[in-house]
């Protein structure tokens, strides 16, 4: 029932990319109503029967947007039903008739909402988007009315204190169920439970205000230009659009706008430094009278609500749920990676230095200056071509003689087509996946097509999710936006869609070798700061020697990719990785310090404590500043990452170890393949994550391997 009692759930499922925050846009709602009044019923509502198809895949053929709100309301009804009979059932608490009956309910809420979040990223229209804003409240609520119902979280509780009669995955999700439960609210009085109903509503209104502020900030703080020749180094064309903005905003001239990071694009074109510092300056200072106090403001609340919880700060509270439990061991990988990334930013800094000095300028780079100097660097040392490189990446090739031909030999899996099936879009693709021994592991399907309604970024989510108690198979999808060619030319890739391929079959790799018992626990459902690791690691195997001979070859003359492409290629990827590191570094840290603060922490200036924060991790480098400063820092203060902006490094940490340590047992091989697939993708979240990666790897995670993978080391100088 996980994916239906989390409302928060839903869209976790669809984030799974992690790789894009992308969400699709609430628009206006559209002032029809649906035709919906008629009652339905499962002969007339695909939604409201078990699909007939295999591995009881959704019958997309006959799914329209006028099933969905009779199918969601009726879904709704039901499951409060199921959950009430649960609560109040007059037999004393038992594994069955608790925590399986849970499991076991909330089906057809399940199904629908299932198929509607998903088409609605993959197929979106206003009708779509009308359903989802009048769903999403009344998801939110149902969620309320599980977790802070006291009979059914009594009936949890008793289970969890006599939690040691049982072992394996049963200990486990009465663990996590108590969890839930309790990070809910569940165990408090009722001062307490409306002290976080306070708390929450407040904390909703600020960040709704800390993020109204960024969108005036957007519109308002524009760079304005009236001479033209201030703009040199920008083409034509940037010059052109740059007078349209100025048209849009009803101004003279030429505007520029800012983009969300503190770094800005254009900076590394604009060869008048005075404008670059000026654009610099208002991209780093912006919001920061308004949102200053609205962030000071939101820490304490969370300290306080923190505190009612039982934890000493928000970042305690919120990594006791993660694979890190605790702040320190965060604290130790991001520390431990600080001074090696600042050193790689000041060996950059120091070839940037060089130019400015060749140019016969007398200034120290700024960070103003950073893009301009290192884009000057880059064509010097690793100037590469991307159109010399997209014709050895044609993408029925990549995927069947590069990614499926990888997973081969990893798994020894095999991909049958399926054109009998039905799917959501014409451009998509169906695939029965098989063990070695012929034995069906899921269902897989591709979509990769940029359209009109599909939302932007690359992700992955499931239509079924495997489970042995309900005997259901896995059934999973990847979506990518790559630009579909004229009818009857090749789709040819760049790089980074191929590396995103590979990264998004990662995740369905995590989906389809779930192996466990219980819905809640199986395949991606597993903590934040691990999700990433499994779709991270699953990019490097792109690269691997044997399969880039297999497919890397150029779709006309079925020549290999020659080597010197290939190896500049690799070394390009390394470029400016010393900034990119250190500014994430900074970024990741401000969010860990703001959330360490007691609830009695007595801050009044957000500039000065974000400058003794980065002071006290020695990442207080002037020309390497935060990606986000904390004013404009809307992962943590406007969106649902506070304490979590560390976990996409955290799982490219795991990432990058274990796949060196696989590269140390052979690499490409079979064994290597079981082994990962068993102890790690296997088990969902049906154990400790950390405990897995320890059996599977013989050791906790190093940062070593994640410093070569970014080029801030060299191989030999990790080797201990
Ligand atoms: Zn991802």
Redesign the pocket.
């Known amino acids: 029932m996980r994916n239906i009692l989390l409302a928060s759930a839903i869209s976790a499922t669809l984030a ?4 894009s925050n992308d969400k699709p846009v609430d628009t206006a709602a559209s002032a029809d109503s649906p035709k919906t009044a008629k009652a339905m019923t499962p002969k007339t509502n695909a939604l409201m029967r078990v699909s007939p198809l295999d591995y009881y895949t959704p019958e997309f053929d006959k799914v329209d947007t006028t099933l969905y709100e009779p199918a969601l309301e009726l879904g709704f009804t039901q499951h409060t039903s199921e959950i009430e009979k649960i609560a109040n059932n007059p037999a004393a608490p038992t594994f069955d008739n608790t925590i399986i009956a849970l499991e076991k309910s909330g089906e057809l809420l399940n199904r629908a909402a299932t198929v509607f979040f998903n088409l609605s990223g993959l197929i979106s229209n206003d009708e779509y988007q009308r359903i989802e804003s009048k769903m999403a409240p009344k998801f939110s609520e149902h969620n309320d009315n599980i977790y802070l119902n006291p009979a059914l979280f009594k009936r949890v509780e008793s289970l969890y204190q006599g939690r040691d009669k049982f072992t394996g995955e049963d200990k486990r999700l009465i663990g996590e169920y108590y969890k839930e439960f309790v990070r809910a609210g569940a165990k408090l009085d009722e001062d307490s439970k409306s002290k976080i109903r306070e708390i929450n509503t407040e904390l909703s209104t600020l960040s709704t205000e800390f993020s109204q502020n960024l969108l005036a900030s957007f519109k308002n703080d524009l760079i304005i230009v009236t001479d033209k020749s201030m703009l040199a180094g920008l083409s034509d064309d940037e010059i052109s659009s740059l007078a349209d903005a100025a048209k849009k905003a009803d101004k003279q001239g030429y505007a520029i706008t800012l983009v969300n990071t503190t770094r800005q694009p254009i900076l590394g074109k604009l060869e008048n430094r005075e404008l670059r510092k000026k654009i610099w300056e208002t991209s780093a200072y912006r919001a920061k009278d308004v949102n200053g106090p609205l962030l000071l403001k939101m820490t304490k609340l969370r300290a306080q609500k923190a505190k009612l919880l039982g934890y000493s700060d928000w970042a305690s509270y919120v990594i006791a749920d993660q694979m890190a439990k605790k702040p320190s061991e965060v604290f130790g990988i991001l520390d431990d990676l600080a001074p090696k990334a600042l050193e790689k930013a000041k060996a950059e800094a120091a070839d940037i230095q060089a130019v400015i000095k060749a140019e016969g300028k007398n200034f120290n780079v700024a960070p103003w200056d950073w893009a301009y100097y290192a884009e000057k660097v880059r064509l010097a040392k690793y100037d590469m071509d991307e159109n010399l490189i997209k014709p050895y990446f044609e993408m029925n090739t990549v995927i069947h003689d590069g990614l499926f031909f990888a997973m081969n030999k990893l798994y020894g899996i095999t991909f049958k087509e399926r054109n009998d099936l039905p799917v959501w879009h014409d451009d998509v693709m169906a695939f029965e996946v098989f063990n070695e021994d012929g034995s069906a592991v899921g269902l897989f399907y591709l979509d990769p097509y940029a359209r009109e309604g599909k939302r932007g970024g ?3 989510s499931s239509f079924v999710g495997q489970s042995k108690l309900k005997n259901t198979k896995p059934v999973v999808y990847n979506a990518q936006n790559i630009p579909k060619p004229a009818e009857g030319q090749p789709t040819l890739m760049t790089f980074d869609e191929v590396s995103t391929m590979f ?2 079959f ?2 369905a790799a995590h989906g389809l070798f779930s192996n466990v018992t219980y819905p809640f626990v199986a395949g991606t459902a597993t903590a934040r700061d691990f ?2 690791f499994p ?2 690691f699953n990019e490097d195997w792109m690269l691997d020697p044997a399969v880039l001979a297999n497919y890397a070859k150029h779709y006309k003359t079925g020549e290999a990719i020659p080597q010197d492409l290939l190896s500049k290629l690799l070394k390009s990827r390394t470029f400016n990785q010393g900034y990119d590191t250190t500014e994430y570094l900074a970024a990741a840290l401000l969010d860990m310090e703001w959330h360490s603060l007691s609830a009695d922490a007595q801050i009044t200036d957000a500039a000065k404590f974000e400058k003794e924060a980065l002071a006290r991790h020695g990442l207080d480098y002037a020309p390497v500043p935060p990606r986000y400063k904390s004013n404009f820092f809307a992962h943590v203060f406007a969106g649902g990452y506070s304490a979590g902006y560390y976990a996409y490094l955290w799982t490219e940490v795991l990432a990058a170890d274990a796949f060196a340590y696989l590269q140390e047992q052979g690499g490409l091989t079979r064994e290597n393949g079981d082994s990962y697939r068993n102890i790690i993708l296997s088990r969902g979240n049906s154990r400790d994550l950390m405990d897995n990666y320890v059996e599977f790897r013989g050791q906790k995670p190093s940062t070593d391997a994640l410093l070569v993978r970014r080029g801030l080391v060299t191989e030999k100088a990790t080797k201990k």
């Open positions: 799974i990319s992690g790789c690359a992700w992955m990264h998004e990662g995740h999700v990433e779709s991270q």
